[in-house]
Nanobody
């Protein structure tokens, strides 16, 4: 089992920044990928960004250049630095992990999930 705990969400104004953290504990994978998804009210959960054990990253187009995913292996933590936030970024943000290093944007491919952290961007 893997436990994921997100933190860092909050209420910010348009143009401001937030950094989300996701701390992992429990079972360790030799190779893995971790991702951030988000879910806005009334919408499906969508992929945002992912990073694998080799620090290869992928992003959805709408956050490229604004969001940065990174990891600290010593702390078993993955981060999502979110800059130039927009009201359309408002959502509950979830982190997830999968075994194997392949980077995918498919929700069903991820094995474990955190409980989410709310991000609200006011206009």
């Amino acid at each position: 089992q893997v436990q994921l705990v997100e933190s860092g969400g909050g209420l910010v104004q348009t143009g401001n920044s937030l950094r989300l953290s996701c701390a992992a504990s429990g079972r360790a994978f030799d190779t893995y990928a971790m991702a951030w998804f988000r879910q806005a009210p009334g919408k499906d959960r969508e992929f945002v960004a992912a990073i694998n054990w080799r620090d290869v990253t992928i992003y959805i187009a709408s956050v490229k250049g604004r969001f940065t995913i990174s990891r600290d292996n010593a702390k078993n933590t993955v981060y999502l630095q979110m800059n130039s936030l927009k009201p359309e970024d408002t959502a509950v943000y979830y982190c997830a992990i999968k075994s194997g290093g392949g980077l995918v944007a498919v929700r069903s491919q991820y094995d474990y999930w955190g409980q989410g952290t709310q991000v609200t961007v006011s206009s």
